[in-house]
């Protein structure tokens, strides 16, 4: 089903006051070349490419850089702190985006452990107040823990992603449960972040109920990014329809599809 048709029986994914039809958002590293990020995020479908400011050129006009080839009037470019390790660090380069011409909207990512890359919950919550206050859309990368992803809400923040499981790791929803429990108690929209490795881990975590999934390694890691983006972008639309949808009860009891009533003897 195509992102159009998908949209005509469900509402669009509206954060910070801005409307996106469709729940997939894509990341912009890790890909053998430029040409194969951009015809892999124009498989998927997404409106919101995420792009670190830590790691790429600012400079818009350098063909051999990623901002070159993403055009601001096709896809809607949100900035993000990956690599800061402190509040300080995440606030600077969240301003630094701004200054570069980027729109009031941040990913923000504050990481705690170099190995794991876990979230610094202390450091997120505390950037978080700031740039809120300072006139941003705060998207907050977190580790999936009701308690902070209530302190982020409360501390204003456009919206809550919690990980699936480690970031880069491909192991999928570890602990759907928790995620459930973080959209059900949340007003704000909840997108997951990191973990996703293929299509059906795509939809199961869609299932849960969430407003959107976040990936980059998923797709640019994939053998054929291209085809996996594609593959994605139907996953994210299959869960999120099926949830809507509303599943079947599980039975521990075998149950006839066809009546019994009526049958030949």
Not at 28 to 44: C, E, H, L, P, Q
Not at 93 to 100: F, G, I, M, V
Not at 240 to 248: D, I, K, S, V
């Amino acid at each position: 089903m195509s992102t159009t048709a998908a949209a005509a029986v469900d509402q669009p994914l509206v954060i910070g006051g801005r409307e996106f039809q469709s729940r997939l958002m894509v990341g912009t590293g890790k890909y053998a070349d430029n040409d194969t990020m951009v015809r892999a995020i124009d498989a998927s479908g997404a409106e919101i490419v995420t792009v670190a400011v830590r790691r790429v050129d600012l400079d818009r006009t350098k063909e051999e850089g990623i901002l070159f080839h993403l055009d601001p009037k096709k896809y809607f470019l949100l900035a993000n702190t990956a690599g800061c390790y402190t509040a300080e660090e995440a606030i600077r380069y969240a301003r630094l985006a701004r200054e570069a011409g980027f729109n009031e909207f941040i990913k923000l990512e504050v990481i705690g452990d170099q190995e794991t890359l876990l979230p610094d919950v202390e450091g997120l919550l505390e950037s978080a107040r700031t740039l809120v206050k300072e006139g941003f859309h705060v998207m907050a990368y977190t580790n999936e823990d009701l308690i902070t992803a209530l302190k982020l809400e409360d501390a204003g923040c456009a919206a809550i992603m919690p990980l699936a499981s480690p970031i880069g790791s491909g192991l999928g929803l570890i602990n759907p449960y928790t995620v459930r429990t973080i959209k059900r108690r949340l007003g704000a929209p909840v997108i997951v972040d990191a973990g996703v490795g293929t299509a059906s881990d795509a939809c199961v975590t869609m299932e849960q109920g969430v407003d959107g999934i976040l990936m980059n390694t998923a797709i640019a890691a994939a053998q054929d990014p291209v085809a996996m983006a594609h593959a994605m972008g139907r996953a994210v639309e299959a869960g999120r329809l099926a949830y809507l949808a509303g599943r079947m009860p599980r039975r521990e009891i075998a149950i006839p599809s066809s009546p019994t009533t009526g049958m030949l003897d």
